[in-house]
């Protein structure tokens, strides 16, 4: 048998044009994807006003907005370069696959526009059908039909009457129209809500909005015909600004800007929701997503920092020279670049970030420590009171403005503002005392103030007259072994935070209410006792503090172990 020689020359390439852009389209898997990717094109043509009216009961979807609009030509095009840029710099657009988002996830879909250059009357609609899409090979196209009848004309209403010539003009205020059809009955492709929609929305364009005053109405129907409308409208960061810094890698053409706030509190919990956004400098397209996260953390990238960028506390963007955005706009594309951009994260976390994070989190011990301090405290105000002991602490140096009293210097008075303890409510039957009778107690004869130092509330004084007043403090000493100094002469009582009794009752909030009270009540026994024997005293209160922080921290889960025992060895009766 002879061999055969191969011989030089090409192997043919086919292309499925229906395929190709139906892995084009699966980028966008989500009806949230193909939606966003719908308004970024209507971004993209410089629309103020885009218009998402999403029916889930009838599986319909129509985006308008009043942008530039697209000619033929520029259709074709995007059609021709479905995997290339053809947008300039600046642009939140890129890949020209958004063109073709909704297919496969729908039976049919329509992309309507007439161009601002062609004037008001040159409506063309492409018809994008599913099934013969997928069909579609090299040298076939998309149906396209022109509509005579549609004129943009803003806020002119279509006549109901027929015109003399059998047609009625059709006035939109729309210069380009996508309506999809039949949407994908999986649930878990286009699950779906008001909150995400506004959210994703705000994400991902919030910035491009807010600069050029852009506007999303939404109108959307649930399942159920249940319908709810509403305006999407960004606003700028609200958090307290950070000074903006800029870091590059040495060798490197990779420049970070962070342009980032300290996120405001919000809602009952007053907790932190800041978004901290990421894009290439020269675009305005942000994001944020897991996918980001994870790549930026098997780069190496410090989990505190990923936590602390993440936790809600900052707020702002981070962009960077020379990066890339991956076509599935969830990500960057990977490359030394990309690497370049996360080590100046890390080292804007260790210069700047680390720093920022340690005062807010020391900042909210404090309020949390005030915030169950005053609690603790009118435990002991209301103790003291009913078995007549408040003259244990008439004598001391230290109260609230008032005749007799002097300012303090203006250190003291930034370092150590004061909260009032409430009062507590007399629940005795006996009380006379209606809510709009009651005096406010700074204007009670001989009121004794107790008020608990940390970062809210009033200035402090000092005391120059006869008024007195018992005041809790809290300061880190991790050089002293005491749990607690005492101020006899001024009333202070300062928490020793480092120490081992504070940091195991610590974990609850229960737990340190009873423990400052424990303490105090010590503090105040310790006063009256003479001081004969001081040592052995506080080596008394030394151990007794320590049992009762057992019993504070362990009381509760002994007590069910022996009621569980106890119920063990009860004889069975019949």
């Given at each position: 048998?002879?061999?055969?020689?191969?011989?030089?020359?090409?192997?043919?390439?086919?292309?499925?044009?229906?395929?190709?852009?139906?892995?084009?389209?699966?980028?966008?898997?989500?009806?949230?994807?193909?939606?966003?990717?719908?308004?970024?094109?209507?971004?993209?043509?410089?629309?103020?006003?885009?218009?998402?009216?999403?029916?889930?009961?009838?599986?319909t979807?129509?985006?308008?907005?009043?942008?530039?609009?697209?000619?033929?030509?520029?259709?074709?095009?995007?059609l021709?370069?479905?995997?290339?840029?053809?947008?300039?710099?600046g642009?939140?657009?890129?890949?020209?696959?958004?063109?073709?988002?909704?297919?496969?996830?729908?039976?049919?879909?329509?992309?309507?526009?007439?161009?601002?250059?062609?004037?008001?009357?040159?409506?063309?609609e492409?018809?994008?059908?599913?099934?013969?899409?997928?069909?579609?090979?090299?040298?076939?196209?998309?149906?396209?039909?022109?509509?005579?009848?549609?004129?943009?004309?803003?806020?002119?209403?279509?006549?109901?009457?027929?015109?003399?010539?059998?047609?009625?003009?059709?006035?939109?205020?729309?210069?380009?129209?996508?309506?999809?059809?039949?949407?994908?009955k999986?649930?878990?492709?286009?699950?779906?809500?008001?909150?995400?929609?506004?959210?994703?929305?705000?994400?991902?364009?919030?910035?491009?909005?807010?600069?050029?005053?852009?506007?999303?109405?939404?109108?959307?129907?649930?399942?159920?015909?249940?319908?709810?409308?509403?305006?999407?409208?960004?606003?700028?960061?609200?958090?307290?600004?950070?000074e903006?810094?800029?870091?590059?890698?040495?060798?490197?053409?990779?420049?970070?800007?962070?342009?980032?706030?300290?996120?405001?509190?919000?809602?009952?919990?007053?907790?932190?929701?800041?978004?901290?956004?990421?894009?290439?400098?020269?675009?305005?397209?942000?994001?944020?997503?897991?996918?980001?996260?994870d790549?930026?953390?098997?780069?190496?990238?410090?989990?505190?920092?990923?936590?602390?960028?993440?936790s809600?506390?900052?707020?702002?963007?981070?962009?960077?020279?020379?990066?890339?955005?991956?076509?599935?706009?969830?990500?960057?594309?990977?490359?030394?670049?990309?690497?370049?951009?996360?080590?100046?994260?890390?080292?804007?976390?260790?210069?700047?970030?680390?720093?920022?994070?340690?005062?807010?989190?020391?900042?909210?011990?404090?309020?949390?420590?005030?915030?169950?301090?005053?609690v603790?405290?009118?435990?002991?105000?209301?103790?003291?009171?009913?078995?007549?002991?408040?003259?244990?602490?008439?004598?001391?140096?230290?109260?609230?403005?008032?005749?007799?009293?002097?300012?303090?210097?203006?250190?003291?008075?930034?370092?150590?503002?004061?909260?009032?303890?409430?009062?507590?409510?007399?629940t005795?039957?006996?009380?006379?005392?209606k809510?709009?009778?009651?005096?406010?107690?700074?204007?009670?004869?001989?009121?004794?103030?107790?008020?608990?130092?940390?970062?809210?509330?009033?200035?402090?004084?000092?005391?120059?007259?006869?008024?007195?007043?018992?005041?809790f403090?809290?300061?880190?000493?991790?050089?002293?072994?005491?749990?607690?100094?005492f101020?006899?002469e001024?009333?202070?009582?300062?928490?020793?935070?480092?120490?081992?009794?504070?940091?195991?009752?610590?974990?609850?909030?229960?737990?340190?209410?009873?423990?400052?009270?424990?303490?105090?009540?010590?503090?105040?026994?310790?006063?009256?006792?003479?001081?004969?024997?001081?040592?052995?005293?506080?080596?008394?209160?030394?151990?007794?503090?320590?049992?009762?922080?057992?019993?504070?921290?362990?009381?509760?889960?002994?007590?069910?172990?022996?009621?569980?025992?106890?119920?063990?060895?009860?004889?069975?009766?019949?």
């Amino acid at each position: 048998m002879n061999a055969r020689r191969a011989t030089a020359g090409e192997s043919k390439l086919g292309v499925h044009l229906g395929g190709a852009l139906l892995a084009a389209a699966q980028c966008y898997p989500y009806l949230q994807d193909f939606i966003l990717e719908i308004i970024q094109n209507g971004l993209d043509a410089n629309a103020k006003n885009i218009r998402v009216k999403l029916n889930l009961s009838k599986r319909t979807l129509e985006v308008m907005d009043d942008g530039e609009g697209v000619t033929k030509d520029k259709f074709e095009q995007a059609l021709g370069q479905i995997f290339q840029t053809m947008k300039t710099s600046g642009k939140l657009g890129r890949f020209g696959r958004g063109l073709i988002s909704p297919l496969d996830k729908c039976d049919m879909f329509t992309f309507t526009s007439c161009a601002k250059a062609n004037g008001v009357n040159a409506y063309v609609e492409w018809k994008f059908i599913s099934d013969e899409v997928k069909g579609l090979v090299v040298g076939e196209g998309i149906p396209m039909t022109p509509l005579k009848w549609h004129t943009y004309a803003p806020g002119r209403e279509t006549s109901k009457k027929r015109s003399a010539r059998g047609r009625t003009p059709i006035y939109v205020d729309w210069r380009t129209q996508v309506r999809v059809m039949k949407i994908t009955k999986d649930r878990e492709l286009t699950r779906l809500t008001p909150h995400q929609l506004n959210g994703a929305i705000l994400e991902r364009f919030g910035t491009v909005m807010h600069k050029r005053g852009v506007v999303v109405d939404i109108d959307y129907i649930d399942e159920s015909n249940a319908k709810r409308a509403y305006k999407v409208e960004a606003s700028g960061f609200e958090g307290q600004p950070i000074e903006p810094v800029i870091f590059e890698v040495a060798d490197s053409k990779v420049v970070t800007y962070f342009d980032l706030f300290i996120a405001p509190k919000q809602g009952k919990k007053k907790d932190r929701r800041g978004k901290v956004l990421f894009g290439e400098r020269n675009d305005e397209f942000r994001f944020t997503t897991k996918t980001f996260w994870d790549k930026v953390k098997s780069l190496g990238l410090p989990e505190e920092a990923i936590d602390a960028l993440r936790s809600g506390i900052f707020e702002g963007e981070i962009t960077a020279t020379r990066v890339k955005l991956h076509p599935d706009r969830k990500r960057f594309v990977d490359s030394d670049n990309f690497v370049d951009m996360c080590m100046c994260i890390e080292e804007w976390w260790n210069k700047v970030g680390k720093e920022i994070m340690g005062e807010i989190q020391n900042s909210s011990k404090e309020a949390r420590f005030q915030r169950l301090g005053l609690v603790a405290i009118s435990v002991v105000e209301g103790i003291l009171e009913q078995r007549g002991l408040k003259d244990l602490i008439e004598n001391f140096a230290f109260g609230t403005t008032g005749k007799g009293h002097a300012d303090l210097p203006p250190k003291a008075t930034q370092d150590n503002p004061a909260m009032s303890a409430p009062k507590l409510k007399d629940t005795g039957k006996g009380s006379g005392a209606k809510g709009k009778d009651r005096v406010r107690p700074d204007e009670m004869q001989g009121h004794t103030p107790i008020t608990v130092q940390g970062p809210k509330g009033q200035r402090r004084k000092t005391v120059k007259g006869s008024s007195s007043g018992l005041q809790f403090a809290f300061d880190y000493m991790p050089r002293s072994s005491e749990a607690y100094t005492f101020d006899r002469e001024n009333g202070i009582l300062t928490f020793n935070c480092s120490h081992k009794l504070w940091f195991r009752c610590e974990v609850k909030d229960a737990y340190l209410i009873r423990y400052q009270e424990t303490v105090a009540i010590l503090a105040l026994t310790e006063f009256g006792l003479p001081t004969d024997h001081e040592a052995v005293t506080k080596t008394f209160i030394g151990d007794f503090l320590q049992m009762q922080v057992a019993q504070i921290t362990e009381g509760e889960k002994l007590r069910r172990r022996a009621r569980a025992h106890q119920k063990a060895a009860e004889p069975i009766t019949n």
